[in-house]
């Protein structure tokens, strides 16, 4: 313990150097801005912005690229809340109640639950990375595919295991998912599925981000015309004001939802260190927990401030997360920690088990100027709040335009291809009927963001089996992540037959 | 703003843009370099270094990595093919550069129209396990592996990058070789199987040097012999497997391709950079390092190479059934 207190020391040492620290300061800043850009999120970020790193040492660049990475998840929520247009994959579920929170005048409360939450979400896991690096990154390395399966399992029985919805049209959300998810090629067999009219841009599947902007962009800013029609006139988004006093007060209204945080926090940092999930499947999950956890789970997807602080303390924590792998087995648990990793070799450092030994400096800075980055992303986003609402007092009128010229560059900025933009808009009208026939969207989401991942570990654990489904319930831990799993599937149906048995009792009466 | 905007500014910002002394043609743009393969890969980080040297040397313009993984290769192909003419657009292409279009005559993908840029290397393949199986059992030889295998039957996992890639290739050869049923099962990318040896979900992989390094240098892997036709100096005591007895040596090709249609002139200046970027110093030390074999091949040789290598995998896949 001490020895870990010691190294963290100085760590604090390198990441405190004047250098560094204006690395951390810029690469926030850089991060809040490319994050609140629809379509363009950490990956773009760390991507676009790596070649600028040969400029300083190996240690700097990857601050800078840490740095980078978590104020693109402060800045992905920013527009998730304010437009409805998510700002990154990983914000999609922060759209789910930071928008109603939003339209309600409330977008103070949203934006400063995000970044609490994300500061939390950042400083827990980060502790958990001090503390227990190494077991965790053998946790990482045992997980094989029947367990990657069964945590899927439990991601969706979150969603569908929730109180208030409509069951039957959860699961055909979710079924919609999975068909769009299926789409492209079988990465087990390698041939192309339901390429439909012979599209061969259909073969690269549908981009996950493209269906959420869609669905939540321009679908939500269909609905807001509507609503505007029918109210009348001009008018604007929200009423929403900034004063200390509301913050102030909102910050403390959010130590209420410490049990959320905590979730969020954890599960998003476990998430994140399984290879090949990373922050999109952390914060969706984080959020279907969040919601079957609450006491009123009929309030979220309609403005509750805990379905802003679970996405948002599971991305950040996920973030950190995905370095474990990526430092400890040279493997990345997200695509920017593969753009990091690249960098990396480059800088002439070797990741993998032997790197903690080898350059305790790098890690060690690293880990501590996490801890800096998210004291200065806190800072930088709870700061420019009142700006952000002050674009939201702008007349809708003019906001519109704004709006859908965003969905159209974040539709076209990830792939550079016309053929995204199209079915972005497709979605769009699609999202926005859905809704208006009372359809929930999020299921569908997280199928599409899920899906894939669910399925090759299903076909790979049953490869592996000989087709054997025991594979999920004898493995230590695929085992009792199955069984929650089910119980949490079969809880609404078991709480739906009370019920109507006692409707029965009660009729006999 | 987009992200080719954004790398538009940089140029400017940084000055990275060095110009070529002789080329008439140059980049006008930063330059797309497809990946055939994930993120995290021996391929994903031989670009991603190549991108480094081209910028910290100031050999060109930026370059953008851009990962096009899925369908073995397919999905990447079929992005090339759609970037006909295209003078900025590159790809780094591995073996199913032959094998896709072959297992896929839906793609239309012709691999002799596309513009031989450079061969960089080629890659090796060795034969690996855990050094501490979950069942206790050490293996140490060519010989305490097949009697493993054969004991477990189609028990044995045999981890791969993809249904009929390279490894699937591999894979065969050995179960043929040995008289073996070991099940081969596909991940996405060299970096997630190595994963599953390491991490005992597997019981062998046939990865290449660069993927099992880091498990290896942990001593958590295992090399038993390669398919090289000498001995590796990173592994000294792994035999190849010609020199017990199974004549067989494959290599996978890292070669550097351009858009079909490419006009001549930029290939031409492809050709210098890559040139160039093969003698860097740090390109050399990267061969030695991850065990990279092969010459620099160009233009109609390069194609040469690819029209005989075709061949020979189109006689493989169908001894395999994969095509007929």
């Known amino acids: ?509 | 703003m987009n992200a080719k905007m954004m790398s538009a500014m940089l140029l400017t910002t940084t000055g990275l843009i060095a110009t070529p002394a002789l080329a008439e043609w140059k980049p006008a743009k930063p330059i797309e370099f497809v990946v055939m393969a994930g993120k995290g890969g021996g391929a994903d980080k031989a670009v991603r270094y190549m991108q480094g040297i081209i910028a910290e040397e100031k050999l060109g313009p930026t370059v953008t990595p851009v990962n096009k993984a899925g369908g073995s290769g397919a999905v990447a192909l079929n992005y090339m093919k759609g970037k006909k003419g295209d003078n900025h657009t590159i790809m780094f292409t591995l073996n199913s550069f032959y094998t896709t279009p072959l297992r896929q005559p839906k793609l239309g993908v012709n691999i002799e129209t596309f513009t031989p840029i450079m061969r960089m290397a080629e890659d090796t393949f060795c034969l690996w396990v855990n050094k501490k199986r979950n069942d206790g059992k050490e293996i140490k030889t060519v010989d305490e592996f097949v009697a493993a295998a054969k004991a477990a039957g189609s028990k044995w996992i045999m981890a791969g990058t993809g249904k009929n890639s390279e490894d699937n290739l591999l894979t065969d050869f050995l179960n043929t070789a040995y008289g073996l049923k070991m099940k081969y099962v596909p991940y996405k990318g060299g970096g997630k199987v190595a994963k599953q040896l390491a991490g005992n979900n597997a019981d062998s992989t046939v990865n290449n040097p660069s993927e099992q390094e880091g498990f290896y240098k942990a001593g958590a892997t295992r090399p038993l012999a390669c398919f090289t036709d000498k001995r590796l100096a990173l592994f000294p005591d792994a035999p190849t497997f010609k020199e017990i007895g199974k004549d067989f040596v494959y290599y996978m090709q890292r070669t550097v391709v351009g858009a079909p249609g490419m006009s001549a002139d930029a290939a031409k200046y492809y050709n210098t950079l890559f040139s160039k970027v093969f003698n860097s110093k740090k390109w050399q030390s990267y061969r030695t390092k991850k065990a990279l074999q092969g010459d620099p091949l160009a233009g109609g040789k390069l194609m040469a190479y690819w029209k005989k290598e075709r061949s020979v995998h189109e006689a493989m896949l169908k001894k395999m059934g994969a095509i007929k």
């Open chain 1, 1 to 509: 313990m001490t020895e870990i207190f010691g190294l963290l020391m100085d760590g604090f040492g390198v990441a405190l150097q004047p250098l560094n620290l204006a690395l951390i300061v810029f690469g926030c800043a850089a991060g809040l801005f490319i994050g609140a850009m629809p379509g363009l999120g950490s990956v773009n970020g760390v991507a676009i912005l790596l070649p600028l790193t040969y400029l300083v040492p190996p240690t700097g660049a990857i601050i800078f690229l840490a740095a980078l990475y978590y104020g693109a998840m402060y800045g992905g929520a920013i527009s998730s809340i304010m437009l409805g247009i998510p700002g990154a994959s990983t914000a999609v579920a922060t759209t789910f109640d930071g928008r109603p929170l939003a339209k309600k005048g409330l977008a103070d409360k949203a934006l400063t639950a995000a970044a609490v939450a994300s500061f939390v979400g950042g400083t827990i896991s980060v502790i958990l990375f001090t503390l227990a690096a190494p077991p965790l990154a053998h946790v990482a390395l045992v997980f094989g595919d029947p367990e990657e399966f069964a945590l899927m399992m439990l991601a969706f029985a979150t969603f569908v295991g929730l109180g208030g919805d409509d069951i039957a049209k959860t699961i055909f959300s979710i079924c919609i998912g999975l068909v769009l998810a299926a789409v492209g090629f079988d990465t087990v067999s390698g041939e192309p599925r339901l390429v439909f009219f012979d599209i061969t841009n259909f073969m690269d599947g549908i981009k996950f981000l493209v269906l959420a902007i869609g669905i939540y962009g321009i679908g939500e800013m269909l609905w807001t015309i509507e609503e505007n029609r029918r109210a009348g006139g001009v008018s604007q988004l929200s009423e929403a004001t900034v004063t200390w006093k509301r913050t102030v007060a909102n910050i403390r209204g959010l130590l209420a939802t410490w049990k959320t945080m905590l979730m969020g926090s954890v599960l998003g940092y476990f998430v994140g260190i399984l290879p090949a999930a990373g922050a999109t499947p952390g914060s969706l999950m984080a959020y279907g927990f969040a919601k079957q956890m609450s006491k009123e789970p009929d309030s979220f997807g309609k403005g509750n401030v805990e379905g802003v602080v679970a996405p948002e303390a599971a991305n950040n924590a996920a973030s950190t997360g995905s370095m474990l792998p990526m430092l400890t087995l040279g493997i990345p648990g997200s695509p920017t920690t593969a753009i990091l990793l690249g960098g990396m070799v480059l800088w002439g450092l070797e990741p993998g088990p032997r790197l903690f030994t080898e350059q305790p400096e790098f890690v060690w800075g690293l880990i501590a100027s996490l801890y800096a980055a998210n004291v200065v992303a806190l800072i930088l986003n709870v700061a420019f709040i009142p700006l952000f609402i002050w674009v939201l007092k702008l007349p809708f009128t003019l906001l519109a335009p704004v709006i859908f010229v965003l969905c159209l560059v974040g539709g076209y900025a990830p792939n550079q291809s016309m053929y995204d933009v199209w079915l972005m808009l497709l979605f769009g009208v699609v999202g926005y009927l859905m809704r208006k026939l009372d359809y929930p969207l999020a299921p569908a989401v997280l199928a599409v963001v899920l899906g894939p991942l669910a399925e090759r570990a299903l076909r790979q654990s049953l490869l592996i089996s000989g087709g054997e489904v025991s594979i999920f319930f004898t493995r230590a831990y695929s085992g009792p992540i199955m069984v929650v799993a089910i119980i949490l599937l079969l809880l609404p149906l078991g709480l739906m037959l009370r019920r109507r048995l006692r409707g029965v009792q009660a009729d006999s009466q």
